[in-house]
């Protein structure tokens, strides 16, 4: 027998015909590239978002087409993720950080038909249209006053213009909720970027796990909380707070394109943000900016961090001396909300380290997904905590393969990220803790192999920056005769700092394993970052291929 329930799809158009309805006068806020405040409701979301559909239809894009967006998080773009996928179109979040030949591969790759530009993103679009083979036009995606006079791009349409042709009189169509809502590539550290392909139900699924209480400790109270997203709406879609913020009725920040602390801080007081969301490497360099101006969060109550493991010197600076309740999950572009941060019933009452040990860890498995821990040959490790293998996940809100890529299976364990035999292989070394509890120890690919055993680089980075003259620090492998590989700390050092080598490593020496020490410390100005904030350690890898050991010669 089959039930008799209503089977209507999930649509992410439901999700802003919903916010309209219920919670339309609710505030949408983003800072402008022309660095001004811009504000309007969920109802004007709603209705500017009915008359894209309506252009972008006029402009003869249809259902199962792809429109990219080459820009900043502003309102614009947030509408772009509701009247573009709301028709049935699919839309591409490009990251502008990305090299221009990964620009190029991955616009065609998609093929997408439109591209949204706007004033930060204009000269990178004019030097990759020539190459582009399937875009037909560009749309400018900022304000009419601001569009130059001349361009090299051909059909370079006005948004605004397109928008006032239209009533907003449209009826979004219902269409299987399997159907494509965005792309999003990854950041292509290993080769060419990889296309992470969204459905509606997906990107619907993935916002009502993040609604639950779990998945920030009870961060999701509707009218009380104003989230704001550090990561770029072409990561991950904002980590879907875009989709979020309007299913909760919670105000919604955006920060544009300009992601320095002291700007991402003057936004957090003007706008009352509770709830912020970015890359440790954000937080980090916003945690150092109040530091060193003796300021304080007025309104700030969570931080939800993803995308690497952060510091323990930065978590406890949050919770202990700002009162800020972190919530590190681990996720991925395929696999956004598959694990939770919330503290699991009991540990919620710990305190001091015993809190913070719990917080280092990256959260615990969510509903609807499935994690196991391998080791190289397979072989299911268990939940104790200590068995160290391949974390392999799968459930409803994660990937089943790549644009025009099938699974991308990885060739063995621990190779590239992939699907093989139902399972998405991660790339990430990890152990699993009794109630479903992940700590992750490593990248497969960055973690170092000394005389047969695992050295975390992570673990080695995170005690460095727990020294105070470290601002960043990055540790990859270094080739030796008899160990096959060892640790090389390579820093950055706070502004007026005169720490030595010598004296780091004495420091690291009570909190690390002796045979984790690295076995040189080189000091550099800056560390190559990847489009989404991480330290890129393929590039920090090319830049020391020549490094030799000073112990080998």
């Known amino acids: 027998m089959r039930g008799l329930m209503m089977d209507i799809p999930l649509l992410v158009s439901s ?24 504000r309007y409701t969920y109802a004007d979301v709603h209705g500017r978002s009915k008359r894209l559909a309506q252009a972008v239809e006029r402009l ?27 028709m049935g179109a699919a839309l591409h979040t490009i990251n502008p950080r990305l090299f221009p030949e990964q620009l190029v591969y991955i616009i065609n790759h998609a093929e997408d038909r439109w591209l949204c530009v706007d004033r930060g993103t204009l000269a990178l679009a004019e030097q990759l249209a020539p190459e582009l083979t399937t875009v037909q036009g560009y749309i400018w995606m900022d304000d009419p006053a601001a569009r130059p006079g001349n361009t090299t791009l051909p059909s370079l349409l006005d948004y605004e213009g397109l928008l006032a042709a239209e009533d907003g009189a449209y009826e979004w169509p219902l269409f299987d909720e399997r159907e494509a809502s965005t792309i999003c590539y990854t950041s292509g550290t290993t080769g060419n970027p990889k296309g992470v392909v969204y459905s509606h139900r997906a990107a619907v699924l993935h916002a009502l796990t993040f ?12 009218a009380t909380e104003c989230y704001l997203p550090f990561a770029p709406l072409f990561h991950g879609n904002g980590w879907m707070m875009p989709y979020v913020a309007p299913m909760t ?23 009352g943000a509770t709830v912020a969301a970015g890359v440790p490497t954000i937080w980090l360099l916003l945690i150092d900016y109040i530091q060193q ?24 600076a949050m919770e202990l001396t700002y ?31 015993a809190r913070i040990d719990i917080k280092m860890r990256g959260g615990r498995v969510a509903f609807g997904s499935q994690y196991k821990i391998v080791d190289d040959d397979g072989n299911i490790l268990p939940w104790d905590g200590e068995s160290t293998g391949h974390l392999l996940v799968r459930g409803n809100r994660v990937a089943s393969g790549y644009l025009k890529d099938g699974g991308g299976a990885p060739a063995a364990m621990g190779g590239a990220t992939g699907v093989k035999d139902g399972w998405l292989h991660t790339g990430d070394i990890a152990a699993m803790h009794p109630g479903g509890y992940v700590e992750l120890a490593d990248r497969s690919k960055d973690v170092i192999k000394s005389g047969g055993e695992w050295i ?23 080739e030796h005769p008899k160990w096959q590989e060892r640790p090389i700390l390579i820093a950055v050092l706070r502004e007026g700092a005169t720490v030595t080598g010598a004296e780091i490593l004495a420091w690291l020496g009570d909190k690390i394993a002796t045979w984790w020490l690295p076995d040189d410390v080189v000091f550099v100005d800056e560390l190559p970052h990847t489009g989404t904030g991480k330290v890129h350690k393929l590039i920090l890898r090319e830049q020391f291929v020549d490094y030799k050991l000073p112990n080998i010669g």
């Open 323 to 353: 009162g800020i309740d972190t919530a590190q999950v681990w996720g991925m572009t395929e696999a956004l909300t598959a694990g939770q941060a919330g503290l699991r019933q009991g540990l919620d009452k710990l305190s001091g380290d």
């Open 293 to 316: 101006n003796d300021l304080r969060f007025s309104t700030l109550r969570a931080a939800l961090m993803s995308g690497s493991k952060p510091p323990r010197s930065l978590v406890e």
């Open 15 to 38: 999700i802003i015909d919903y916010a309209a309805q219920c919670h339309g006068d609710v505030v949408v806020a983003s800072r402008e590239l022309d660095d001004q405040i811009h």
């Open 211 to 222: 609604c639950n209480q779990e998945f920030i400790g009870g961060h999701v109270n509707g």
């Open 456 to 478: 975390s680089s992570v673990e080695v980075e995170n005690a460095a920056m727990g020294h105070p003259d470290i601002f960043e620090a990055a540790v990859i492998a270094a």
């Open 60 to 86: 003869g894009v249809r259902q199962g087409d792809v429109v990219g967006a080459l820009a900043w998080n502003t309102s614009r773009y947030l509408e772009c993720f509701y009247g573009i996928s709301g």
């Open 249 to 271: 009725g919670s105000r919604l920040v955006l920060p544009g394109r300009n992601f320095d602390a002291d700007k991402l801080y003057e936004l957090i007081e003007s706008e």
